[in-house]
């Protein structure tokens, strides 16, 4: 039942930019800032995982100052803020490792040699770039684009984008690993 909970966040979550884009072309976005809201309480009372607070923190954050201002705007810096709180937790586990890409990795590879934790760490730092320039390019479809344009770039270009940063880095990794063996 918890995963089925936090699926639904999720694809809520990732469904938001065209949530927002929709409700906004209709003039309501009342209802789009509290189910925002909600999401983020979800989250924040599921006991989830405590790196992922930022984010449910600015879920929390956009929808209630939507819904106080009465501004829509706040919906549209979301993605920004995400980026934001992307980046503050794939940087934190760089202060306190391990980074967030051997964690990951230690999932399919729990034996992960010294290598492998270099390699993640340099990574991690990739994916940190990655996400302030999300977040750049994300705060310009808010500051200088049109609805359309926001909708689409945090709604479908950042996603496929970050799958094929993923796709390279497992791609990249494979390789590293196979030259790695071939050395030894």
């Known amino acids: 039942m918890k995963l089925i909970f936090k699926g ?3 694809i ?9 884009g929709y409700s906004l072309a209709h003039g309501q976005y009342v209802w789009v800032s509290s189910l925002l ?13 405590a790196l992922l607070w930022p984010l449910t923190g600015f879920a929390i954050l956009c929808g209630s100052l939507s819904l106080i201002l009465k501004d829509h705007a706040w919906l549209k810096l979301y993605p920004v803020l995400m980026s934001v709180g992307a980046c503050m937790i794939f940087a934190s586990t760089l202060i306190r490792p391990p980074s967030m890409i051997e964690r990951f990795a230690r ?22 770039g990655f996400f302030v320039l999300n977040a750049l390019i994300a ?8 609805m359309q ?23 990249l990794r494979k390789r590293q690993q196979r030259l790695n063996q071939l050395q030894e």
């Not at 809520?12 to 927002?20: A, D, E, Q, S």
């Not at 344009?149 to 791609?171: A, H």
């Open 37 to 49: 809201i909600v999401l983020g309480l979800l989250r924040l009372f599921s006991k989830g995982n």
């Open 149 to 171: 344009v926001w909708v689409l770039y945090n709604g479908f270009i950042s996603y496929v984008l970050m799958g094929l940063l993923l796709l390279g880095e497992f791609i």
């Open 8 to 10: 639904i966040v999720a």
């Open 107 to 128: 999932l399919a590879e729990p034996d992960l040699p010294e290598a492998g934790v270099i390699w993640t760490r340099k990574v991690t730092l990739v994916w940190c």
């Open 139 to 146: 705060l310009a479809t808010v500051l200088f684009a049109s």
């Open 12 to 20: 809520g979550l990732m469904l938001y930019p065209f949530l927002v």
